[in-house]
């Protein structure tokens, strides 16, 4: 549900020409969930910054070797672009996925993993109330759809009797 409902989303701002970027998207979507299942089983007891600093490096070295490839190399310096950045940086990478890594240690990974597919619904409503977006019907249907597949996974039913 919740893919389902994040294809909704972003289904009236793909234009036909950017659906390969569509599909980077959903496959990050889709990879985070994976990583946050394995992260779960099989690195509970990882320490947090031994464990950021690991996939920091790891994820520098691949963008190091894709980056001349696919960018201009170019950085055009501007008080937007700082703000950006310190933003990626600061809060982005070190404090959601710090917070991140500790709801997996601390709670159900599929939990973790599910709350991935509000990120897109969440940003749209962002974009709409910061920047003046359109929500079409059918972003909204996609709002309701991933909300209520995260509230399927995440909410406690109440103990069996």
Do not use: H, N
């Not at 690991?54 to 696919?70: E, G, H, K, Y």
């Amino acid at each position: 549900m919740g893919l389902l409902g994040v294809v909704l989303v972003v289904a009236e701002k793909v234009a036909p020409g950017s659906l390969g970027g569509a599909g980077f998207a959903v496959f990050a979507l889709v990879s985070l969930s994976a990583g946050t299942l394995y992260q779960k089983r099989f690195c509970e007891t990882m320490d947090l910054r031994s464990g950021s600093f690991i996939q920091f490096m790891a994820t520098m070295l691949l963008l190091l070797l894709l980056a001349p490839l696919i960018e201009s190399m170019q950085v055009e310096w501007s008080g937007e672009f700082v703000f950006a950045f310190v933003w990626l940086v600061v809060v982005l990478s070190l404090g959601a996925i710090s917070l991140l890594l500790l709801m997996i240690q601390k709670g159900e990974a599929a939990k973790v993993a599910s709350l991935f597919y509000l990120v897109p619904p969440v940003t749209a409503l962002i974009a709409f109330v910061v920047f003046g977006e359109k929500l079409g019907v059918v972003a909204i249907a996609g709002m309701l759809i991933s909300v209520a597949g995260v509230a399927l996974v995440t909410l406690r039913r109440p103990a069996a009797s």
